[in-house]
């Protein structure tokens, strides 16, 4: 169910731009900044119950997710995503990361992910150290 054909109405760049203003015309000419282009977290949001309706629960966690980090500056993203990667952080150091998420982005769903990855690490022998 692509919401920008079906309903895009519901579908909003960061800026508030509507789908429609946003144009290849545009981009080339320099006339939008990243912010016109980043998409929405309640798009996101829209999408995962979607997902949901349509009996695809990952995907519906995925987006949420996504929206989620939305929240969070790139280069903080790019941190964490290293930090997660196997025998890169103690298990410490992911806990601390899943903190960060839920107190400083209320990014309650990441925190998980990043729990269960620090549980996972540290069964499988995958923690740094």
Known sequence: YPLASQRPDLVRSASGLKLEDITLDKVVEGSLSFEDIK????????QAQIAESAGRPGLAANLRRAAELTRIPDERVLEIYNAMRPYRSTKQELLDIAGELESKYDARVCAALVHEAAAVYEGRGRLKG
């Open 39 to 46: 998409i929405r977290p309640e798009t996101l949001e829209y």
